[in-house]
């Protein structure tokens, strides 16, 4: 890749005011990507009201059932799409998750609400990795980390909607009134995608030859997994974010449920004040580590790994602030920290990842990171603070949560000793 000649064909090609509408749209579809994801964890307790489900099947259904197939199915997505057209991929993803997604309000058992939530995560497996590629190719490598961090807004700006929207609509009607809702207005956001978003030509924001899309299909299928997890950096990076992930979904998805059971929070409350902290923290957040991660990656790329390590060793003590918290003001006063710091290693990843890997298998490459990422994160995360819960349930009885989230806070230290061994394994290239 030529870097310097990246600037220049991106003003040659006149894409920067189109660049701005893309990322505003894929960041719009991420939004609702993530909303969509969040409500059942947001509307926990009227769900567990309405439908006699246990913490334990709480953390399966948001995390190990929904990861099975969010994360194994972007595979084949993420190869499709390096071959064909990323914007009718994503468009059609997004179809399909959101028609899933109202799909849930009908749920009248749990098992049905686990068979529309898999739906849900066959849909969404295709809405990430296209956009990661279109911005990858859309914005020159000098910007791409904060083009990654606005569309990484996506997570915090859905959770804090979702909190808002999904609260006051089941706290004013009915918990399945969100879901109905949320999904119409998916369906219709997947033919604006369609119709909107530009298709960037693989490598363009690079100043590389034009790359066919075929050319990922003739690599091969198999011989294109291979490349990724042969990479040691490629492969340690997905590890050290699976395990911020753990801690972001571990967290995320039993909040709500933990702030009105053993802090005495009302629904109402929630949808103004975590909200806010969710929309504040999380935002602000991401969008900060896209600058820092930008300014200190032009002297040295470990920043890609040591701005992650900083920030969660950072954010641990005020989780265990949060978590030991008597009252809720209190608790989300701390938990705004973490909020800010905790997702500090999204972009900072995909980024770093998007760069290591040629155009043609930017879609791949990203699918296979969200594969790990997401498995040892969504998947595990959700389903182990909920079996945490159920386990410390005879001996904590209404505090078990709390427990759970304890049992969490090790998770910190993992992963930021696994951001420290990728700064040192990029040092030691760069200095090779």
């Known amino acids: 890749?030529?870097?310097?000649?990246?600037?220049?064909?991106?003003?040659?090609?006149?894409?920067?005011?189109?660049?701005?509408?893309?990322?505003?749209?894929?960041?719009?579809?991420?939004?609702?990507?993530?909303?969509?994801?969040?409500?059942?964890?947001?509307?926990?307790?009227?769900?567990?009201?309405?439908?006699?489900?246990?913490?334990?099947?709480?953390?399966?259904?948001?995390?190990?059932?929904?990861?099975?197939?969010?994360?194994?199915?972007?595979?084949?997505?993420?190869?499709?799409?390096?071959?064909t057209s990323r914007v009718k991929v994503l468009s059609a993803a997004c179809a399909i998750w959101s028609a899933a997604t109202a799909a849930c309000g009908m749920a009248a058992n749990y098992g049905q609400l686990v068979a529309a939530r898999m739906m849900v995560g066959v849909g969404e497996a295709g809405g990430v990795p296209p956009s990661y590629a279109i911005i990858a190719d859309t914005f020159p490598r000098e910007r791409r980390t904060t083009a990654m961090a606005i569309f990484n807004l996506g997570p915090p700006l859905g959770s804090a909607l979702g909190v808002a929207f999904g609260a006051s609509l089941a706290a004013a009607f009915d918990w399945r009134i969100p879901f109905y809702v949320v999904g119409g207005i998916g369906v219709v956001t997947a033919a604006v995608v369609y119709?909107?978003?530009?298709?960037?030509?693989?490598?363009?924001?690079?100043?590389?030859?034009?790359?066919?899309?075929?050319?990922?299909?003739?690599?091969g299928f198999t011989s294109a997994i291979l490349q990724f997890f042969r990479h040691p950096l490629l492969l340690t990076a997905s590890l050290a974010s699976g395990a911020g992930n753990f801690i972001t979904y571990g967290l995320l998805n039993f909040t709500?449920?933990?702030?009105?059971?053993?802090?005495?929070?009302?629904?109402?409350?929630?949808?103004?004040?975590?909200?806010?902290?969710?929309?504040?923290?999380?935002?602000g957040g991401i969008y900060a580590s896209g600058r820092i991660v930008d300014h200190f990656a032009r002297r040295s790329k470990t920043a890609y790994a040591?701005?992650?390590?900083?920030?969660?060793?950072?954010?641990?003590?005020?989780?265990?602030?949060?978590?030991?918290?008597?009252?809720?003001?209190?608790?989300?006063?701390?938990?705004?920290?973490?909020?800010?710091?905790?997702?500090?290693?999204?972009?900072?990843?995909?980024?770093?990842?998007?760069?290591?890997?040629?155009?043609?298998?930017?879609?791949?490459?990203?699918?296979?990171?969200?594969?790990?990422?997401n498995f040892i994160g969504l998947g595990l995360g959700p389903t182990y603070v909920g079996m945490m819960s159920d386990y410390f349930r005879p001996l904590a009885g209404e505090h078990a949560l709390q427990s759970a989230f304890y049992a969490l806070a090790p998770m910190y230290l993992v992963g930021a000793l696994l951001f420290a061994l990728?700064?040192?394994?990029?040092?030691?290239?760069e200095t090779a």
């Open 306 to 373: 040591t701005v992650p390590a900083v920030s969660l060793v950072l954010a641990l003590p005020f989780f265990l602030g949060f978590v030991w918290a008597a009252r809720w003001e209190l608790a989300l006063v701390f938990l705004l920290v973490p909020m800010f710091l905790n997702s500090f290693f999204l972009s900072a990843t995909v980024t770093f990842v998007q760069g290591e890997v040629p155009p043609e298998r930017r879609v791949m490459s990203g699918a296979l990171l969200l594969l790990v990422m």
């Open 422 to 429: 990728l700064a040192r394994m990029i040092r030691r290239v």
């Open 195 to 219: 119709v909107t978003v530009r298709e960037p030509r693989r490598g363009e924001a690079d100043g590389v030859p034009e790359v066919a899309s075929s050319s990922a299909g003739a690599e």
């Open 1 to 83: 890749m030529t870097e310097p000649t990246a600037p220049r064909a991106q003003a040659e090609t006149g894409t920067p005011p189109r660049a701005g509408i893309t990322l505003g749209m894929l960041a719009f579809v991420y939004v609702l990507n993530f909303l969509d994801r969040q409500l059942v964890s947001i509307l926990a307790k009227p769900i567990q009201d309405g439908l006699g489900v246990s913490d334990g099947q709480l953390g399966l259904i948001t995390g190990f059932y929904f990861a099975l197939f969010y994360c194994f199915i972007a595979i084949p997505v993420g190869w499709l799409a390096d071959r």
């Open 256 to 283: 709500v449920l933990f702030l009105m059971r053993e802090k005495g929070m009302a629904l109402e409350d929630v949808a103004v004040w975590y909200a806010l902290v969710v929309g504040i923290g999380m935002s």
